[in-house]
């Protein structure tokens, strides 16, 4: 019968009521020691345990570090301390967070911006392919962090506002023709470190719609200051100036007795835009708020997107100018008059043939509620077809251009199609109008608000004169 040497256990820690138990030290053939034998319940039973690989995983790792230098494991093979070893080089933390009972850190993975918008369009893949060039355009400050959000493998879903007054609509109204869109990027807030805030969020404001951003927490940078990365992007439609507001609130603490559910936060300060219809390139700002608490130092992104169709139509851009002859209502009968025409955007303005436009306009034609422009066809059954000829063009109308007009202000008023019929002087002059004047109803219906006709009044600025509608 073979007889081994006893040591003690190494994983059983020292106790004062009696000798330790010990335990043979068993070599099975193949290997070295491959078990250990331990206990969780009673140290003092000696019961089959996992294997060193299981054990060394899930001790922590002071206990390693002293099974490692314990004079009584001196048998232990080499192969394990060289594992150690390098465990030790490739962990240098592993220890201090054992110790401390902490959980290893997780790897910083950067969230993707969150987008808020005010218009129809649900997903951002939907934009036009210039206008989300211009949105995820970042040359003009290549250091911010991109924010490239195309590349996207699923749709990004675009966050609503919601309306500022509960006696509002419940849905806020959503622009389907905009004419501008106004871009703004809040990056982050710096702030001091002794700041006792922890949640900070952000809220941007257009006319009586609220996009409210979500808590973020702040995280030390540096010794001094501290840093809540937000980076909420806010895509803001708009049909006429607006002014938006944005504010930086912080949520208010819990008081220390009870819990206080209607508490409201704290403002640290809102800076207002003043816009106007116009487009101007992405620029990067700081913004400055004083508060009790300190300075904070907002960093954002601003600029303003138009189309070249939306620039042209804001601008009222002069298209094309030439000598036209027009169908107007007389005193007594019809005629033809002749006049120097100047096509705008959104306008005809009509000057006296001699003097041009060195004299005011004698009449101007808005184009709000241009329809289309064509060759009418000549039908001797039907009266009110005006003979213009092979040159002559229509311009139609909305219907709703009439309702302001009385049956004794225009003969044959309940068949007034609300045309205007006008003569160039020559073929070239005729596809040349016929174009400018399609180029500018097209304009128009791109841009023209959707409940500018649908009552049974016209705005004052989009009548047209009654002698010129038949």
């Not at 314990?70 to 054992?98: G, R």
């Not at 900070?200 to 540096?222: E, F, M």
């Not at 006296?352 to 306009?361: A, R, T, V």
């Amino acid at each position: 019968m073979a007889f081994y040497r006893t040591v003690n256990n190494p994983m059983l820690s020292p106790t004062n009521d009696g000798p330790r138990r010990s335990l043979s030290l068993l070599s099975w053939p193949g290997s070295t020691v491959q078990k250990l034998f331990t206990t969780r319940k009673s140290k003092r039973t000696i019961v089959p345990s996992q294997s060193h690989s299981e054990i060394k995983s899930k001790k922590p790792y002071y206990q390693k570090l002293a099974l490692k230098k314990s004079k009584t494991v001196m048998d232990i093979t080499e192969v394990l301390e060289e594992e150690e070893e390098q465990e030790e080089k490739q962990l240098p933390a592993l220890a201090e967070s054992e110790e401390m009972n902490l959980p290893m850190p997780l790897p910083v993975t950067r969230r993707e911006p969150s987008i808020y918008y005010n218009g129809m369009l649900d997903t951002l893949d939907q934009f036009p392919t210039q206008k989300l060039a211009w949105i995820n355009d970042s040359s003009f400050a290549p250091e911010l962090p991109s924010a490239i959000l195309s590349k996207s493998d699923k749709p990004i879903l675009l966050r609503k506002p919601h309306m500022k007054h509960q006696s509002s609509a419940a849905n806020p109204r959503l622009l389907e023709k905009p004419k501008a869109m106004f871009y703004l990027r809040v990056l982050n807030i710096t702030m001091p470190s002794h700041s006792k805030a922890q949640q900070y969020r952000c809220t941007v404001q257009i006319q009586d719609q609220l996009c409210t951003g979500s808590y973020v927490n702040r995280a030390k940078n540096g010794k001094l200051t501290s840093q809540v990365d937000l980076d909420h992007i806010f895509l803001l439609e708009m049909d006429q100036p607006n002014l938006v507001t944005l504010r930086i609130d912080v949520k208010a603490p819990k008081k220390l007795l009870g819990y206080n559910k209607k508490r409201k936060d704290i403002t640290i300060g809102q800076q207002d835009f003043a816009l106007s219809l116009k487009p101007f390139a992405k620029q990067k700002h700081t913004i400055k708020f004083q508060h009790d608490q300190g300075t904070f130092h907002v960093n954002v992104v601003y600029g303003s997107y138009m189309n070249e169709h939306a620039q042209l139509l804001i601008a009222n851009q002069r298209l094309h100018a030439d000598f036209l002859t027009i169908y107007i209502r007389g005193s007594v009968i019809p005629k033809w008059q002749r006049y120097w025409a100047v096509l705008h955007a959104t306008k005809l303005d009509l000057y006296d043939f001699e003097y041009k436009e060195s004299k005011p306009p004698q009449t101007s034609v808005p184009l709000h509620a241009l329809k289309s422009v064509f060759h009418p066809a000549l039908s001797l059954d039907d009266e009110e077809t005006v003979d213009v000829g092979n040159l002559g063009l229509a311009m139609q109308f909305m219907p709703q251009v009439l309702v302001h007009q009385t049956k004794s202000s225009v003969l044959n008023y309940h068949r007034n199609r609300a045309r205007m019929y006008v003569l160039p002087d020559h073929t070239t002059s005729a596809n040349t109008w016929e174009a400018q004047l399609t180029y500018s109803a097209s304009l128009i219906d791109e841009f023209r608000p959707e409940g500018l006709f649908l009552k049974d009044t016209t705005p004052h600025d989009t009548q047209v004169p009654l002698k010129l509608l038949w």
